[in-house]
Nanobody, 120 residues
Framework: QVQLVESGGGLVQPGGSLRLSCAAS????????MGWYRQAPGKQRELVAR???????NYADSVKGRFTISRDNAKNTEYLQMNSLKPEDTAVYYC??????????????WGQGTQVTVSS
């Protein structure tokens, strides 16, 4: 069983930065698209950013120019660099990856979520 393990959340002041990481817990056969989503209290989970296997990216309008998604295929890891953080970025952030374990069909996996709180 593969798990996506997140790290890097926490409390930061407005204008500050955080870097989230998400790594697969074991070796995998193939890694496809990856992404980050977030869910604020009382709101639906929303897409923050996605990156394809060949490095193409797309972002939610609310984070364009402030967040950067990247990946390291050799380490089966993705990152989300968050700069100029705002209070409205406060949410639980979830990583997502479409990947294939040897012998099984590709499917989506989710991380456990990491809390990001932007407050003074």
């Amino acid at each position: 069983q593969v798990q996506l393990v997140e790290s890097g959340g926490g409390l930061v002041q407005p204008g500050g930065s955080l870097r989230l990481s998400c790594a697969a817990s074991r070796s995998i056969f193939r890694l496809y698209d990856m992404g980050w989503y977030r869910q604020a209290p009382g709101k639906q989970r929303e897409l923050v950013a996605r990156i394809t296997s060949d490095g193409r990216t797309n972002y939610a309008d609310s984070v364009k120019g402030r967040f950067t998604i990247s990946r390291d295929n050799a380490k089966n890891t993705e990152y989300l660099q968050m700069n100029s953080l705002k209070p409205e970025d406060t949410a639980v952030y979830y990583c997502n990856a479409n990947l294939q374990v040897t012998g099984l069909a590709p499917r989506d996996y989710w991380g456990q979520g990491t809390q990001v709180t932007v407050s003074s």
